[in-house]
């Protein structure tokens, strides 16, 4: 019987899911978070913390599950308060001159129809 020691996986096989050439995220992600979050609430409902452990588990659950609403509400108030600034931006553009079609439809209402 021999003692082979296996070699860390690669560069290239820890890549394998991403685009050749795309930076890699470095630290912990959302995702990361949610995907933990996850782990625990599948863990916890298999049997794998005792009941000691379990308030401890919670408290950890809970304050991801909180940080990740906190996060989520920021992102929604940024994409709300960036739609408002798109749409204030080009409101005044759509209110100067009817768009093509619009135009066209008044037009074929109000003219006389030619035989």
Same mark, same amino acid.
């Given at each position: 019987?021999?003692?082979?020691?296996?070699?860390?996986?690669?560069?290239?096989?820890?890549?394998?899911?991403?685009?050749?050439?795309?930076?890699?995220?470095?630290?912990?992600?959302?995702?990361?978070?949610?995907?933990?979050?996850?782990?625990?609430?599948?863990?916890?409902?298999?049997?794998?913390?005792?009941?000691?452990?379990?308030?401890?588990?919670?408290s950890?659950?809970?304050?991801?599950?909180?940080?990740?609403?906190?996060?989520?509400?920021?992102?929604?108030?940024? $994409?709300? /308060? +960036?739609?408002?600034? *798109? @749409? !204030?931006?080009? &409101? #005044? =553009?759509?209110?100067?001159a009817? $768009?093509? /079609? +619009?135009?066209?439809a *008044? @037009? !074929?209402?109000? &003219? #006389? =129809?030619?035989?």
């Amino acid at each position: 019987m021999t003692n082979e020691v296996t070699s860390a996986p690669t560069e290239a096989t820890a890549q394998a899911g991403a685009p050749a050439g795309a930076p890699q995220p470095s630290g912990i992600q959302i995702a990361d978070l949610q995907s933990v979050l996850n782990i625990i609430d599948l863990a916890s409902k298999r049997g794998a913390f005792g009941a000691a452990e379990l308030t401890q588990v919670g408290s950890v659950a809970d304050k991801i599950s909180n940080f990740l609403s906190v996060i989520a509400k920021q992102q929604k108030e940024k $994409a709300e /308060a +960036e739609g408002k600034t *798109e @749409a !204030s931006a080009e &409101a #005044p =553009a759509s209110k100067e001159a009817p $768009a093509p /079609a +619009e135009a066209t439809a *008044e @037009a !074929s209402d109000t &003219a #006389p =129809a030619k035989e």
